[in-house]
Structure formats: structure tokens, C-alpha cells
């Protein structure tokens, strides 16, 4: 996949390897679930634009903005895995 800097091993390890891509359909689905309500997101960019379009965005230690402090995708932990970009609905 051309979004892939690496093969992570498992667990969240994913959530720091890779740069994830993001339709403006997903985008849009993101920007609605209320996310700067969370104190740790309030005005956190979700998305960074790229040559290639968007995709999620990293805090400064370089794992998404997403991944909460028990190593869990705050998006899956609040909607489900179906509310998660595609890209990271389909990893292994």
C-alpha cells in the first residue's frame, strides 16, 4: 500500500508506523463525531494535507492523534470499528 512506511508487528504499533489516508467522505464523518469536546483533541488538527491528499493526522511523539493513552483508537472505543477510516478498518 502506498500509505505504508512499515510492516508494524501488532497492537498500536500500527497507529505509529503508518500515515493514514483519509477520503472527504471519512473526513467528514470525523469532523461530526464531536472530538473537540475530548480536553486531550481541543484544537488538535485531525488531518494533515499531502501532495496525495489527506490523511490522519501525528501528535509530536508520532503516533495519531487518535490513539488514546491506553493504546486503543479513541475512534473505535467511541463508534465502533465501521466509523474508523478505511485504512485502518482493514489492517490486520
Known amino acids: 500500500w502506498p500509505w505504508a512506511r512499515a510492516r508494524a508487528p501488532s497492537g498500536s504499533a500500527c497507529c505509529r508506523a503508518y ?3 483519509v477520503s472527504a467522505e471519512e473526513r467528514k464523518r470525523i469532523d461530526a463525531q ?3 469536546a475530548e ?5 488538535v488538527p485531525y488531518f494533515v494535507a499531502g501532495r496525495d491528499g489527506h490523511r ?3 501528535r ?3 503516533a495519531c492523534v487518535f490513539l488514546g493513552p491506553d493504546n486503543r483508537c479513541r475512534i473505535h472505543a ?3 470499528s465501521a466509523a474508523k477510516p478505511l ?3 482493514v489492517y490486520p
Open 56 to 58: 490522519l493526522n501525528h
Open 60 to 62: 509530536p511523539d508520532g
Open 39 to 43: 480536553p486531550e483533541l481541543a484544537g
Open 78 to 80: 467511541k463508534f465502533g
Open 87 to 89: 485504512a485502518c478498518r
Open 34 to 36: 464531536g472530538w473537540e
Open 19 to 21: 500515515h493514514v489516508p
